[in-house]
């Protein structure tokens, strides 16, 4: 088996899917990529058992064969090369030679049948969506994905496709985060909680993405393809809790404010507030925002005072200052709201303007008790 490749294009490929494995595989075989060629058809794949990645690649060959190769190894060479065909040569002694301008580089291989296959979806329901679409919703959610191995669903970003529109939910139980697009239809009811490693190897390719993705999902796996590119991923097996339970409906109380401004005066003030807790505390009257935090135990506090435009009663609301940051710096607008009841309920933040048409995010943040 025998092929010519550009080395800044295998590279590329290769770079995306070495994403998928792991530091310390429990199988040996997963430590390797597994090239599968046919004629001027290469196929490269990489799998942690969880998720399975291929990439299709056009090079020189008129052969056949199929190997496993070191995957740090080669990504370690190939980063030193400057832009130069290779030739890949499979020998007798099982190495792989690889020959490039100036060199010659022997690396041992497994057998290619060892590697496990990629699981095949019986019977799958699809939808089909603008890569940039789900990049971006996948970042608007991936944040508030929750690292409790207690409860993997918490772990994932839940998809909901339906007739209405497609959205995707991410919660940790701390803050919550709904992103929804009712500009875009599926033609079939599907729900289905996405692990966050493959997750994010699709929004690292996707971003800005014009490509069509096809995603195909069953009741255990997802099948996402796009350009050259097939990915297929165990779902995380549970019932999503219910999320439109926890976001209140009546929100009376309602602040405007600009995005920034806020999200820099809760840095500076937080850096006072208690390391356990990260309280800061919202003071709301009239037009006037103030923002303080204290940490008693060595006498450190700082109070900032913002205009705002506000419409309800008066109120004192505590909040944990690293959820409130991190969702401040998820949005993009210059004017967020933040829609509350009563200083014990969650309370909602959404953005007030730079949304397409047909897209919705809507953020929810627990608050924190606060101590007269």
């Known amino acids: 088996m025998k092929f010519i490749v550009s080395s800044s294009y295998l590279l590329k490929q290769l770079q995306v899917l070495g994403g998928i494995i792991n530091n310390n ?4 075989i997963l430590d390797n990529f597994l090239f599968n060629l046919d004629g001027s058809s290469l196929i490269v794949s990489a799998s942690d058992l969880e998720t399975t990645v291929s990439s299709k690649l056009e090079v020189e060959s008129s052969e056949q064969g199929m190997v496993c190769i070191p995957a740090r190894l080669l990504l370690d060479t190939l980063k030193t090369f400057p832009e130069q065909p290779l030739t890949f040569t499979v020998e007798e002694n099982n190495t792989v030679e690889i020959s490039s301008n100036h060199g010659k580089y022997a690396l041992a291989y497994a057998d ?10 019986n019977d799958p329901s699809s939808t089909i969506l603008q890569g940039d679409v789900l990049a971006t919703a996948i970042n608007k959610t991936f944040f508030a ?8 669903v918490m772990s994932g970003v839940f998809f909901q496709f339906s007739s209405e529109g497609l959205t995707f939910v991410a919660t940790d139980a701390h803050k919550l985060v709904k992103y929804t697009r009712e500009d875009l239809k599926a033609t079939e009811n599907a729900e289905f909680i996405m692990p966050k490693k493959p997750l994010n190897l699709l929004k ?14 069953n009741e255990s796996n997802a099948k996402f393809t796009f350009e050259n590119t097939e990915m297929v991923c165990r779902l995380i097996d549970g019932k999503y809790p219910n999320y439109e339970a926890v976001i209140p409906k009546e929100n009376p109380n309602k602040l405007s404010i600009d995005r920034n401004q806020f999200l820099n005066s809760v840095r500076r003030v937080s850096i006072f507030s208690n390391k356990t807790t990260h309280q800061i505390r919202l003071k709301i009257a009239g037009s006037e925002l103030n923002i303080s935090a204290e940490d008693v135990d060595y006498s450190n506090k700082a109070e900032e005072r913002l205009t705002c435009d506000y419409q309800g009663d008066d109120m004192q609301i505590g909040f944990n200052s690293r959820f409130l940051t991190e969702m401040l710096n998820n949005l993009t607008s210059d004017v967020v709201s933040l829609e509350m009841s009563l200083p014990n309920r969650a309370g909602i933040l959404t953005p007030v303007d730079g949304l397409d048409e047909g897209e919705q995010v809507t953020m929810l943040v627990m608050p924190v008790m606060l101590n007269n």
Do not use: H, K, M, Q
Request: charged content about 30%; aromatic content about 6%.
């Open 25 to 28: 595989n429990t199988l040996p």
């Open 112 to 121: 290619g049948e060892e590697f496990p296959n990629a699981v095949e979806l």
């Open 145 to 152: 994905t929750g690292n409790d191995d207690l409860r993997p």
């Open 204 to 217: 690292s390719i996707l971003a800005g993405s014009e490509e069509e993705v096809t995603i195909e999902y």
